[in-house]
């Protein structure tokens, strides 16, 4: 999939979107080294755990050697198993490659960051007694997909398409490309490390506030930082 850019061709190399794909790959690796208790007590400590953060913010002490508030960057480069990180870091590279050439590499970054925490507070504000790790960084990205809405409503994703034996090529809205991320997410949470996670719902399925409030304030965060700007 490559998305077509309103024939303003990116004039900068995408750096910090490369650097966010290497680290999440790069942390998984790890994850992947780890024996099935290990990387539970590892999830347990990175993660954001909505509960302890609820007894971080009241004054009280979580037992944990890293403040708690800190899980809300580190959990964005969790995942809960290959397809989990898979599904993410392509639409990271999809989209944001796009916005990090229309708000410039440190805005983008802050802007990436931001969403990420604000994503994970939405989910905490709904769920603020839930002891269910919650990782990944679908909130970010859902933070990037809205401001790419925002600025190119109207672009198109050439698609690989598969007939028979033969391959052609569409062209797709890049709106379409929100529906089907969310319906992916949903095959992504199960395939799971050994670990249960359940990658940030009670229910064990995903943090879908964290996504709708990732796209929200991807939305409203990226014309103040420069988003709709021309050139």
């Known amino acids: 999939m490559v998305p077509l850019r309103d024939n303003n061709p990116i004039s900068i190399t995408p750096y910090v979107t490369f650097g966010l794909i290497i680290a999440n790959i790069l942390i998984f690796l790890y994850e992947l080294s780890l024996p099935p208790q290990q990387l539970e007590g590892f999830f347990q400590l990175a ?8 007894t971080s913010f009241a004054g009280r002490s979580v037992n944990q050697p890293i403040p708690e508030w800190l899980t809300l960057i580190t959990s964005q480069f969790l995942h809960g198993g290959f397809l ?11 989209f944001g490659n796009n916005v990090e050439d229309r708000l410039g590499h440190l805005k983008y970054l802050i802007f990436y960051l931001a969403c990420g925490v604000l994503a994970a507070l939405t989910q905490w504000f709904f769920s603020p007694n839930s002891g269910i790790p919650s990782l990944g960084a679908s909130g970010a990205i859902a933070g990037v997909m809205g401001a790419y809405i925002l600025r190119f409503p109207r ?18 809205p890049a709106v379409f490309f929100l529906g089907f991320w969310f319906i992916q997410q949903a095959f992504f949470g199960i395939a799971s490390l050994n670990a249960p996670t359940n990658i940030g719902m009670e229910s064990g399925g995903i943090a879908y506030w964290a996504h709708a409030g990732g796209f929200f304030f991807g939305v409203i965060l990226g014309p103040p930082l420069g988003l709709l700007r021309r050139y």
């Open 84 to 94: 989990h990180l898979l599904g993410n870091v392509w639409f990271l590279w999809i």
């Open 47 to 54: 993660a954001l755990v909505p509960q302890e953060l609820t």
């Open 155 to 172: 672009a198109q994703v050439l698609t690989l398409l598969p007939l028979g034996f033969f391959i052609t090529t569409v062209q797709i």
